[in-house]
């Protein structure tokens, strides 16, 4: 039945590219009149489908959108105007499938849903795997929500209480409820025999979970090994036995550390007594990896949540708090000056140079500060090395210190005058230091109390170096007889 | 053979809640003496290697480490102190696997492999997949890797010489080279006896891609797929045709974005005739993830790499230059003000409120430039949507103003005079709002430039937001009245 020359074309290819010579470019995605190089869409392509839309072309709008992955249609939704999304969803109605819905932005998903009835919502969600079920519904307020859950099937409707019952952006939440488990007795053999009758090409599955009888788990198989072993082979002897078991109440943060450590495709989630209750899969777990290492340059400038999606309303409430933290910090900035108010009406020249030793010191301290931070949510900043840590950003703050000083030290001297030149850059140098130890500090500050050190470090951070800058350099012109205080 | 109530126990479980209850904890990798609760390695247990190899105690070394997963061993490599690892590295020779060498950090791989003999480092390098054993010659200067390129099998010296000659961060650069790659005209069971013949465990693969007689990709097959199917069916009746192919040029970030918007676990590489040439993983994307989204907060704060392994020289002159760039721009204010120094002589009180209008406005920038350079990297923010999310960006920054302005107007009202209040209102009110724009236009300028917008952005952003700070407020002052230019 198989034709021997055959299975000599297939290998585990490492000289592939030695191979085949005639070849024609592959239809793939990339390069076709909806994509651009990078493979987003284009504007003229978005402008047709808003255009047809306007004009109620709906047939000619279903044309357009038809050839799209879901992925794209996503997109598609996201980068039209808000005005005319409503209607681009009722002229594509069943190319709305609950993958689109799982693909959405959370904000345009929630704008969506809002204008569509419980039942048609529950109809989605009947359709998507419980873990984007959830993320649906978690985003929902506390009555729409009620009333779709209420619509659906009771297994839907279970799993989905079940999910909610667990908190937001833990494992329990965010894991996959279907999971392929099997007993630890039976061979290779029976595997295969049992997922051609009874599996289905509805959820995908990347490795198998092997339990005990009280459903724990012991081992999980890569389907690999089990495509490569012969049938009579045992589970148990083919299965890798050191495994990583994620506890259902771990935070989203940890799990794909985990991944990312350990290089994870799929991991067992366990309840409190170690049973098997779900699987995180690594399609999931990237958009999380994703997410948290993108927060971090949002939550260090007081953006929040920072997607272009979010109300305007929210936007603001989320920024204008972190401005007005700022406002308070300048105020301390700004005391300092007003105690040296004599000495800048006798030399304005410091007025002039004052926001220099700021600004770079602030810059210096942001920039630990991003280092710090990033090291800490990698976890390679921890209890066991962090004095060598801040030794070494002293050292690289001294450095840099040194430089910027002989820098404006000189470009004072000149344009001021020596003594001028000098001040400035001795109050450089114990600006630059002491922001590279705040830089480095704070964060790790807030991360022993607990706190996530990307929310607040900004705010502290140049409180300290304005204020260090300012008193610093008024202070030292005054020492020095530059000016009275 | 099978025993048929072992197939009832095997279920894709909806209901794996519901199952056995008595449980003991399974012994999974958290909390044990080694790990704190967010699976870090302990600082006590990091002190006790150091200790014992401190004592010359190499046995003790040995029996702390092995228990170690290679990530676990890599992580500790990198947390002892630099003149420990040399010694720790020879105390363990056995347990310096090739998965713990690749899971070092970039830095501290090549510090430990420049003290090795070329021939020692080919040695582990043979063992590496190739994508990895790129990874650790394409760090070492051009000399070492020669010489240890020239250890190499003949084979391996092949695969590392192609990779190397793409681009760093490219497809081709970063692809693994083995592929399961099979002809068309196969049926399942067909490649299931293939598998069991000849298939290795050696080399883990996720999916199975099908190729034409001109090696061309035609399909993939998910191995789920091919598990849960009668043997007689046709490859070509469960593959999936709609596949993403990656050509061999496309950049990390890109590969990343793909694999985030179509849940890819793997892709097909191919070269520029289409010819399938390797494939990438989405284990290693989730490195590229990860690094992608990190490294903009980074970038924003000219702190460079900033990675903390980094040798302090680098880390030094990465984020020097972005101080003497920050140092130029601070000029140009110092400028704007010294321009304004009559006005100051007269009216100290400005002095003492400008550094707010300019630091108010610098984070209001920030919180902007953050978002916009988050929406690029996410492929959200596209020349479809551009005006639309600067006008949201500009109406965001307007009620950010208006709050804020009404805060500073009343207190400097009240602490100076009602005019000092209405001249710093309006002052932060017309920053605000520009930067604001300056947040948003400056990242999408760089990026319609072909630049990365987290590069350079910062440095423009802070100038503009600066020098407008104070440009506004002083001059407004003077436009008021309130002191002469």
Known sequence: MVDPTSLDEIRMATDVEEMAKDAVRPDDRIDDERHDEENRLKRSYVARVRDALRDGDTQGVYDL??????????????????????????????????????????????????????????????????????????DLDEADRQAIIDELEPETQAAVESALSYPEE?????????????????????LIDYLRDEGDLEHDFYEVFVVDASHHPVGTCALNWILTTPRAIKLTDVMKRDQTLIPVTTDQEEVALMFQKYALISAAVVDESGRLVGQMTVDDVVHIISEEAGEDALLLSGAGDGDINEPIREAYSSRVRWLVANLGTAVVASAIIAFFGAAIEELVALAVLMPIVASIGGNAGTQTMAVAVRAIATNQLTRANTWRI?????????????????????????LFSPEMGAVIALAMVVNIAISGLAGVLVPVAFERMGQDPAVASSVFVTMITDSMGFFAFLGLAVAAGLAPL
């Open 170 to 190: 833990t494992a329990g939440r965010l894991m996959n409820r279907h999971v392929m488990a099997v007993p630890e007795h039976l061979t290779v053999g029976d």
């Open 65 to 138: 959108v038809e050839p799209l992955h879901p992925a794209d249609t996503a997109d598609l939704l996201e980068l039209i105007e808000e005005v005319d999304r409503a209607n681009l969803a009722a002229a594509i109605t069943d190319l709305m499938t609950p993958e689109v819905v799982a693909e959405l932005n959370d904000h345009v998903r929630e704008l969506m849903m809002e204008e569509l009835a419980p039942a048609d919502v529950a109809t989605i969600t009947e359709q998507m795997d419980t873990d984007d079920a959830v993320q649906l519904l978690e």
């Open 390 to 414: 801040v030794w070494r950003e002293l050292r690289v703050a001294l450095l840099n210190g040194a430089t910027i000083a002989v820098l404006i030290g000189i470009a004072a001297g000149v």
